[in-house]
């Protein structure tokens, strides 16, 4: 059974650009759920993936988004980078969205 | 508005000693609650669930408690270790997401 995979595990970015980062979720997992983890901060819901579609989604603006692939794979998209934007991003996988979530290793965004 | 508050904020304790971490949630509507373990700069590892019908979960040297109408867990930790040494994060799990307490950062000294 393959875990939560993340990538890639650092990035550095200017402000004001893009980032796309990858997460396939656990086999047998069809959710994928994205939290944004400040520094010395629990993390926080961004939004969820369910059946390629978004289900339920956290206080981010709509510069955040995501997508969720058919083999339930997800992207977490980020346009106009800000300062703030500088986190560890958790993807975290499960299987009709409850019953315990399996987290990656997280990527950690550095906005420059 | 589901609020998670963990304390103490941060433990440190000699090695061997049995310890307690606590977590605390406004809304007892929850489906369930899961106990993390968090090292620097990685990601979180699962360490107990337990279902909103349940009382406790046990593995190993941890025992999770929950009481869904005091609003209250607890993650025992019998005989600590060296290793146990990290950040441990509760949630509970509403509809569509997860809350995050903030975490107790445990440190365990040799």
């Known amino acids: 059974e393959t875990g939560v995979t993340q990538s890639p595990t650092h990035l550095i970015k200017t402000r004001g650009q893009q980032v796309t980062l990858r997460c396939s979720s656990q086999s047998g997992h069809n959710t994928v759920s994205w939290y944004q983890q400040a520094l010395g901060q629990g993390p926080q819901f961004i939004f969820q993936y369910y059946r390629e579609e978004e289900n339920g989604r956290g206080n981010f603006p709509p510069r955040f988004s995501g997508l969720q692939f058919p083999n339930y794979s997800s992207e977490l998209n980020v346009n106009a980078l800000e300062l703030d934007d500088s986190a560890l991003y958790l993807c975290a996988s499960s299987l009709d969205g409850g019953g315990g979530y399996t987290f990656g290793s997280g990527t950690r965004l550095t906005v420059v | 508005k589901q609020e998670v508050t963990q304390i103490p904020a941060a433990l440190s304790v000699p090695e061997g000693e049995n310890l307690v971490l606590n977590c605390s949630f406004t809304?007892?509507?929850?489906?369930?609650l899961q106990w993390f373990r968090q090292d620097p700069g990685k990601g979180l590892t699962s360490l107990l669930l337990i279902q909103s019908s349940q009382r406790e979960q046990t593995s190993g040297r941890l025992n999770a408690s929950l009481d869904k109408s005091s609003g209250r867990s607890t993650l025992y930790i019998a005989a600590s270790q060296p290793g146990d040494s990290a950040t441990y994060l509760c949630?509970?799990?509403?509809?569509?997401?997860?809350?995050f307490g903030q975490g107790t950062r445990l440190t365990i000294n040799p």
């Open positions: 949630a509970v799990q509403g509809a569509q997401k997860l809350v």
């Open positions: 809304d007892s509507a929850i489906y369930n």
